[in-house]
């Protein structure tokens, strides 16, 4: 009981603005988004390290725009992972700030060792020449760096899962550790789960790479269909091992949460069954089958992400925390803002990836001028008016004046 009024007194007393499951719903998409660029960018690492060793033409060629791919890649991961992280203040607040509280050391290291990744990434990619001496050696950092901050944040992930541990692992005796110092918790089968994936999406990005190349004069066939075929092989065989892995995870899961029975679980495996024997098909002409792997991949990601969140919801509901009934303080405007800003950017976002793609494949950019002037204006607009609704709202609380 006490654990429970604790969590409950840590909620945000204003409420939250729109309904909960309109939240969650956004935490577990951007959530599978965040993952999915983590899994790119870890296994585009592996496979440029593993590609640079090999050293053939086609495999120095391969690694080097996977080195250019995860610069990109990190960037992605990096935006991508800031959203759940709001989505998970909203409605988790007691279960992450009380981890962050408990281990603030590593929350702040967390942002330094992905500035040691993001660099070394960098630097491997900028080191140009295939034959760099020790150019490996920035991957391999770039890639250890990047380990390091999943363990943080799974560490501190699985920490809010496990309330009923708080107490122990900060108190004994008389003596509170208030340092923020610890990291108290870490699950190599869930943690596994997140990683052991990157070489299977490495997999379908190679296949993407064959598939968005193919027809272009300077990429000659043999090296796309190398590529391709690499890429259906790694999807296969690392996707059975995911499997593998995640049925490690789902029997060491409390038994009493009966989790294999849940629905969001069924889901989400059935998806990722059939992910598996989609690939097996796949492997026939990978790089034609490309864009509906990815396609599987992703609606893998995003249901086994529900089911990840339908595992959150047991272990808090365990002691007595349910989202379902955080105090409601509905407002309109900032939900209509939000959602504003989220589709605007969306849109100002399909400007420069239409641009990409087109130049890519055609050499060439096609007439997008309607939507290069909306992609412009918009956050102009955008800046008005929040801009705008700051200066009315400070002088209507006369806070500005
Ligand atoms: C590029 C380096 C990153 C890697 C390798 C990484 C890896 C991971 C992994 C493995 C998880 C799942 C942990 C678990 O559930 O056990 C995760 C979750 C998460 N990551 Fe990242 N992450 C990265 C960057 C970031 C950044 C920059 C942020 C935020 C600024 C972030 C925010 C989050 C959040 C909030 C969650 C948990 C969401 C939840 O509880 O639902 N990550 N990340």
């Known amino acids: 009981m006490e654990l429970t009024n604790y969590l409950n007194a840590m909620r945000d007393a204003s409420g939250v603005p729109f309904y909960p499951v309109v939240f969650q719903f956004f935490l577990v998409l951007t959530f599978a988004l965040h993952i999915m660029f983590v899994n790119f960018l870890l296994g585009g690492v592996v496979v440029s390290i593993w590609a640079r060793i090999k050293a053939t033409p086609n495999s120095l060629r391969l690694s080097k725009a996977l080195a250019r791919g995860s610069t990109i890649n990190a960037s992605l991961a990096m935006v991508l992972g800031v959203a759940p992280l709001l989505f998970v203040q909203v409605i988790y607040d007691p279960f992450w700030y009380t981890a962050n509280s408990m281990s603030a050391y590593w929350a702040m290291a967390f942002l330094l060792i992905l500035a040691v990744a993001f660099t070394a990434s960098y630097v491997f990619y900028l080191s140009g020449s295939d034959k760099a001496p020790g150019a490996s050696g920035w991957a391999v950092l770039a890639l250890v760096a990047l380990l390091a ?46 990683i052991a994936p990157s070489i299977a999406m490495a997999g379908v990005y190679l296949m993407l790479y064959a598939w968005f190349f193919n027809g272009r004069k300077d990429y000659d066939r043999a090296y796309l269909q190398e590529t391709a075929t690499l890429g259906a092989n790694l999807a296969l065989y690392a996707t059975a091992a995911q499997i593998a892995i995640g049925l490690w995870w789902l029997f060491s899961v409390p038994m009493e949460f009966a989790f294999y029975k849940n629905p969001f679980f069924l889901v989400g495996a059935g998806m990722g069954a059939a992910f598996f024997l989609f690939l097996m098909t796949a492997r026939a002409n990978p790089i034609k089958n490309a864009p509906v792997a990815a396609l599987i991949a992703f609606l893998s990601i995003f249901l086994m992400s529900y089911a990840r969140e339908a595992l959150r919801m047991t272990y808090t509901g365990k002691v007595g925390y349910n989202i379902f009934d955080y105090k409601l303080s509905l407002d309109w405007g900032s939900t209509v803002l939000f959602l504003g800003t989220f589709v605007m950017g969306i849109v100002v976002m399909a400007y420069p990836i239409l641009v990409a793609v087109q130049v890519a494949k055609n050499g060439k950019e096609s007439n997008n001028e309607g939507l290069a002037k909306l992609a412009t204006a918009l956050p102009v607009v955008w800046f008005l008016v929040v801009a705008g609704l700051g200066i009315v709202i400070s002088l209507k609380n006369g806070t500005l004046f």
């Open 149 to 194: 901050a999943a363990a943080v944040i799974h560490a501190l992930s699985v920490e809010q899962l496990l309330p009923q541990m708080w107490k122990t692992w900060l108190i004994s005796g008389q003596e509170v550790n208030a340092s923020g110092k610890g990291l108290y918790a870490f699950e190599w089968h869930r943690f596994l789960h997140f």
